[in-house]
């Protein structure tokens, strides 16, 4: 069949399936909501509960499922129905009818498609789930149970081969704070240059931008290839030396970046991709800044210094705040530019962070209950930071005053 | 005139000031060609001829110029099915992803629920779990289900990905639509479903098409989860397929660049378009709070 045709047709078999199920669930919404008072309500509540779920599962995954879990799901909506039922007819009697019919579908979508991973996730981190075991479970659904013995692993074990959890962990709070710094520095620098009144500053901005504005994983390939043996770094750092023979005796000569400076070539490359965000949001928290307030320091005589110290920084952190926590998050889980770069094959470990090392752990070496234990240990690092975070900024809020 | 000090001389501030501008010129075109010149070569080189690939020449348009990589990579590679497999995916979670969102912001933005607050916060909070850490569940609920390698598969990973940050803009711009349009409406006898549909919804044509169109790059963008679902050459996105042909360096260099060009050149000027709009379109939310 055409290739092309093909594809249509399942996207349609698609939107076919997310619209019979948007109207399942908007019938028992409906049912629930607009029924309550009617006689018959409890009985059909209770049994269009599990048909729904029977035919929502078989629509989805065909005739694929064995007939236990469908059994198991089917019995287990039933038990739900009964106080559900009962609550509707008695407390909610139709109030927040529209809102309800409105979000189930997305909070559906999310329950499916977030929650349920996260408790799949805690469930595999304690099962043994590996390349080994794989083929049984997808047949008959066991797994045997391994307790806390994965999550002991990851402090005691390598994720990939050779590098610690704990050297990870290092490397990732270093790399956090390395690049969010120049992030904020680099954004900084741009955006004070640029605020001002000149010619051609459109044109600035937009070319500042383009690295934001590129696929990021055109991006990166393209500076990977930069930094590759024939590349463009090393092709200068070749010149340079034969230029000045006092450079090249101070060691300017072309390196081996991917593999002997891996975290250097990532710090540069996330470094160049990162700026255009914070310059542009710091321009903006600029440019909102009265040019009056300026003018009064000038009229009492203070240097460039003072107005930017007394002036700019305080105004700018309510701007500066967001972006950094945003961009801390982002950085802490960059995977993209990690794995682009050292992902291929005999890449080395040398640059990864936890999260890249995660994704390793689970797709290259096809660690499932490891890299669970592993990812639930990363998720409570960074909730503790976050929260940390939180606190911090919270007691820096009141320069609002 | 002669016992003015210079720093109140009107010809040495206007020179002060004049190299003070020369100066910032010079950095930023400094700092813009960094920037830019990655883009640049990428160009250069898909324009150079097969030989010349490796060189370590310099020059932006080099030598017996041609657009042979273009036609290699059309003709040889797959790329025009991975533009197609891409956009096919892409566009089917963006409409999924928008139209969950644009109702269910809608509930957050108008009623006062039981859980309203709770679920604002709990969309919140979806964005703290980190991308790399659903991966590996979705893969193995999207193996089960025998969707590896597929279109589904891929929309199923995709689809609520962006949700709550669309939920989030749309609720913002929702706030700012009065109320009183949609009293009005149901004075005139629409229902209150009607009143959104027919009311707030074409009035947010903007904050849609910003959800729209944040969903549509994070997907068309997206490499880590279709590295995992997708394994048949013929069934890549764009993504993969570009970082196959990087990955056998030497011989695909040239087809490599060509690829990124064509991609990277529309998407740069759908976002130089759109980048001011986009940027007031995220913190339309915040703004409202």
């Given at each position: 069949?055409?290739?092309?045709?093909?594809?249509?047709?399942?996207?349609?078999?698609?939107?076919?399936?997310?619209?019979?199920?948007?109207?399942?669930?908007?019938?028992?919404?409906?049912?629930?909501?607009?029924?309550?008072?009617?006689?018959?309500?409890?009985?059909?509540?209770?049994?269009?509960?599990?048909?729904?779920?029977?035919?929502?599962?078989?629509?989805?995954?065909?005739?694929?499922?064995?007939?236990?879990?469908?059994?198991?799901?089917?019995?287990?909506?039933?038990?739900l129905e009964i106080p559900a039922a009962f609550l509707f007819q008695n407390k909610v009697k139709g109030k927040w009818a529209l809102p309800f019919m409105l979000i189930v579908p997305g909070f559906v979508g999310l329950g499916l498609l977030i929650a349920?991973?996260?408790?799949?996730?805690?469930?595999?981190?304690?099962?043994?789930?590996?390349?080994?075991?794989?083929?049984?479970?997808?047949?008959?659904?066991?797994?045997?149970?391994?307790?806390?013995?994965?999550?002991?692993?990851?402090?005691?074990?390598?994720?990939?081969?050779?590098?610690?959890?704990?050297?990870?962990?290092?490397?990732?709070?270093?790399?956090?704070?390395?690049?969010?710094?120049?992030?904020?520095?680099?954004?900084?620098?741009?955006?004070?240059?640029?605020?001002?009144?000149?010619?051609?500053?459109?044109?600035?901005?937009?070319?500042?931008?383009?690295?934001?504005?590129?696929?990021?994983?055109?991006?990166?390939?393209?500076?990977?290839?930069?930094?590759?043996?024939?590349?463009?770094?090393?092709?200068?750092?070749?010149?340079?030396?034969?230029?000045?023979?006092?450079?090249?005796?101070?060691?300017?000569?072309?390196?081996?970046?991917?593999?002997?400076?891996?975290?250097?070539?990532?710090?540069?490359?996330?470094?160049?991709?990162?700026?255009?965000?914070?310059?542009?949001?710091?321009?903006?928290?600029?440019?909102?800044?009265?040019?009056?307030?300026?003018?009064?320091?000038?009229?009492?005589?203070?240097?460039?210094?003072?107005?930017?110290?007394?002036?700019?920084?305080?105004?700018?952190?309510?701007?500066?705040?967001?972006?950094?926590?945003?961009?801390?998050?982002?950085?802490?889980?960059?995977?993209?530019?990690?794995?682009?770069?050292?992902?291929?094959?005999?890449?080395?470990?040398?640059?990864?962070?936890?999260?890249?090392?995660?994704?390793?752990?689970?797709?290259?070496?096809?660690?499932?209950?490891?890299?669970?234990?592993?990812?639930?240990?990363?998720?409570?690092?960074?909730?503790?930071?976050?929260?940390?975070?939180?606190?911090?900024?919270?007691?820096?809020?009141?320069?609002?005053? | 005139?002669?016992?003015?000090?210079?720093?109140?001389?009107?010809?040495?501030?206007?020179?002060?000031?004049?190299?003070?501008?020369?100066?910032?010129?010079?950095?930023?075109?400094?700092?813009?060609?960094?920037?830019?010149?990655?883009?640049?070569?990428?160009?250069?080189?898909?324009?150079?001829?097969?030989?010349?690939?490796?060189?370590?020449?310099?020059?932006?348009?080099?030598?017996?110029?041609?657009?042979?990589?273009?036609?290699?990579?059309?003709?040889?590679?797959?790329?025009?099915?991975?533009?197609?497999?891409?956009?096919?995916?892409?566009?089917?979670?963006?409409?999924?992803?928008?139209?969950?969102?644009?109702?269910?912001?809608?509930?957050?933005?108008?009623?006062?629920?039981?859980?309203?607050?709770?679920?604002?916060?709990?969309?919140?909070?979806?964005?703290?779990?980190?991308?790399?850490?659903?991966?590996?569940?979705?893969?193995?609920?999207?193996?089960?289900?025998?969707?590896?390698?597929?279109?589904?598969?891929?929309?199923?990973?995709?689809?609520?990905?962006?949700?709550?940050?669309?939920?989030?803009?749309?609720?913002?711009?929702?706030?700012?639509?009065?109320?009183?349009?949609?009293?009005?409406?149901?004075?005139?006898?629409?229902?209150?479903?009607?009143?959104?549909?027919?009311?707030?919804?074409?009035?947010?044509?903007?904050?849609?098409?910003?959800?729209?169109?944040?969903?549509?790059?994070?997907?068309?963008?997206?490499?880590?989860?279709?590295?995992?679902?997708?394994?048949?050459?013929?069934?890549?996105?764009?993504?993969?397929?570009?970082?196959?042909?990087?990955?056998?360096f030497l011989t695909q260099w040239g087809m490599f660049a060509a690829g990124s060009i064509l991609v990277t050149v529309p998407v740069l000027l759908v976002f130089l378009y759109s980048s001011k709009w986009l940027i007031s379109g995220l913190t339309l939310?915040?703004?409202?709070?």
């Open positions: 069949m055409n290739p092309v045709f093909a594809s249509v047709i399942e996207v349609f078999q698609m939107v076919f399936f997310v619209a019979w199920s948007v109207f399942l669930m908007e019938v028992y919404m409906w049912l629930h909501f607009r029924k309550y008072k009617e006689t018959w309500f409890i009985p059909v509540a209770l049994a269009s509960a599990p048909v729904l779920v029977c035919v929502l599962i078989l629509s989805a995954v065909g005739n694929a499922v064995s007939g236990s879990l469908i059994g198991w799901a089917a019995g287990l909506a039933f038990l349920y991973p996260l408790v799949f996730e805690f469930y595999l981190s304690v099962h043994d789930l590996k390349l080994a075991t794989l083929k049984t479970w997808s047949e008959t659904g066991y797994l045997p149970f391994t307790g806390l013995m994965y999550f002991k692993q990851v402090f005691t074990m390598s994720p990939l081969s050779e590098i610690t959890f704990w050297q990870l962990l290092w490397r990732t709070l270093w790399w956090t704070f390395i690049n969010v710094s120049l992030h904020v520095a680099g954004g900084l620098g741009l955006a004070l240059l640029l605020n001002r009144n000149m010619k051609l500053k459109g044109i600035y901005r937009t070319l500042l931008v383009v690295p934001w504005a590129m696929p990021q994983v055109v991006a990166v390939l393209a500076m990977r290839g930069e930094f590759l043996e024939s590349g463009f770094v090393n092709i200068m750092l070749h010149r340079l030396g034969e230029w000045s023979p006092f450079l090249a005796h101070l060691g300017v000569a072309p390196v081996q970046w991917l593999s002997h400076h891996a975290f250097m070539t990532c710090t540069i490359i996330n470094v160049w991709l990162g700026i255009p965000f914070m310059m542009v949001t710091i321009l903006g928290g600029l440019q909102s800044i009265p040019q009056s307030y300026y003018d009064a320091a000038s009229i009492d005589g203070a240097s460039s210094w003072q107005k930017f110290k007394n002036i700019t920084v305080p105004l700018l952190r309510p701007v500066i705040a967001p972006a950094v926590t945003l961009g801390t998050v982002w950085t802490f889980n960059n995977i993209n530019v990690i794995y682009l770069v050292t992902g291929q094959a005999g890449g080395t470990e040398d640059a990864d962070i936890l999260v890249s090392a995660l994704y390793k752990a689970a797709f290259t070496f096809n660690r499932y209950s490891y890299s669970a234990a592993f990812a639930i240990i990363i998720f409570i690092i960074l909730f503790g930071v976050s929260m940390l975070w939180l606190k911090l900024s919270k007691g820096t809020e009141s320069v609002y005053e | 005139m002669s016992n003015t000090p210079l720093k109140y001389n009107p010809k040495w501030i206007k020179f002060r000031n004049r190299a003070a501008d020369i100066l910032i010129h010079a950095a930023l075109i400094a700092v813009a060609l960094v920037f830019v010149y990655p883009v640049i070569r990428i160009f250069s080189v898909s324009i150079r001829p097969g030989d010349m690939l490796t060189s370590d020449s310099l020059a932006i348009i080099p030598q017996n110029a041609t657009f042979l990589s273009y036609k290699k990579l059309l003709a040889d590679t797959n790329f025009l099915r991975w533009l197609w497999n891409s956009l096919i995916i892409t566009v089917s979670t963006s409409v999924i992803g928008v139209s969950l969102a644009s109702t269910a912001a809608y509930a957050f933005s108008r009623f006062k629920f039981p859980g309203n607050k709770m679920g604002l916060s709990l969309l919140l909070g979806t964005q703290m779990i980190p991308a790399g850490m659903l991966l590996l569940p979705l893969y193995l609920m999207i193996m089960k289900m025998g969707l590896v390698n597929t279109y589904l598969g891929m929309i199923i990973a995709y689809s609520v990905s962006s949700l709550p940050f669309s939920i989030w803009i749309l609720k913002g711009y929702y706030d700012t639509v009065p109320r009183s349009l949609e009293e009005a409406a149901l004075v005139d006898g629409t229902t209150e479903f009607g009143a959104f549909y027919r009311i707030v919804l074409p009035l947010s044509t903007p904050a849609l098409a910003i959800a729209f169109l944040f969903n549509f790059t994070s997907a068309w963008n997206e490499y880590l989860v279709a590295r995992v679902v997708l394994a048949d050459s013929t069934k890549y996105t764009w993504t993969l397929g570009l970082f196959e042909l990087q990955g056998q939310g915040s703004v409202k709070g």
